[in-house]
């Protein structure tokens, strides 16, 4: 299987080293091309990938053709790759905003088509990624491009009108959870602790907790409720919390950027 990338930014970085740490596919396997040609040829120096010469090679060499550029240029890449394109080829896009029915139109009707939203994570193994399919990805080529996300995290199947909503909690939400481990360092720095150590503990105590959440079935309430003593430390803290409006702002916070996304408001 070999796989190629058209637009090597920080995304598509992230799926490739996630992919390389999971030895999806040797190395030489993985084809890219981006507008760059320094970045992208000492990129593909540095980890054994395979440097095209243009965006047609990539697409002339790859069975799976991730589609990672802006979406300013989108109409204008598949303008120019459209004819390499076949039933034998699978465009993947990772696209922010584009659906399926436009990928299709600005292509083939009878092409086989994932769209994805990953997230940084899928770096270290960790991502999460929706994923919608269209009629004509079926069989081994449906799994083998699913298998490219599994292998840097997990996925989930999602209808494309839940993509905003996703992004929000997942893609943009690592910014939030990153901001909310340093504002626990912050509070560990206010008491005595350097930032490194505060961060460290922060980070593994989140880490952590939504491991052990994902593995004990239970909800984040149960979870909750397991930690906070009647008339204890962590109820308090809690409560002052709420009292702050921590869930109104995090709400808040998702309404924003689905409005961003969206352009609608809720």
Known sequence: MKIGFIGVGSMAQAIIQGL??????????????????????????????????????????????????????????????????????????????????????????????????????????????????????????????????????????????????????SGSAVAYIDFFIDALSRAGVKYGLSKDVATQIAAQTTFGSADALMKSGHTPAEMIDKVCSPGGDTIAGLLAMEEAGLLTSVVKGIDATIEKSTGKTN
Do not use: C
């Open 20 to 169: 390389l740490k999971a030895k999806f596919v040797p190395a030489k396997n993985i084809l890219v091309h981006s507008a760059h040609k320094a970045h992208y040829e000492d990129y593909a120096q540095q980890y054994g990938l395979t440097a095209e010469r243009s965006n047609q090679e990539v697409v002339a060499n790859s069975d799976y053709v991730i589609l990672a550029v802006v979406p300013a240029v989108v109409k204008a890449v598949l303008a120019e790759i459209r004819a390499g394109l076949s039933r034998e080829k699978v465009l993947v896009s990772i696209v922010s905003g584009i659906s399926l029915d436009q990928l299709a139109e600005l292509t083939q009707a009878d092409l086989p088509i994932l769209r994805s939203l990953p997230n940084i994570n899928s770096e270290f193994g960790r991502g999460m990624t929706a994923v919608a399919v269209n009629e004509n990805l079926t069989g081994d080529q449906k799994d083998n491009a699913l298998g490219i996300f599994s292998a840097t995290g997990e996925l989930s199947e999602l209808p494309e009108a839940a993509f905003p909503v996703f992004s929000a909690i």
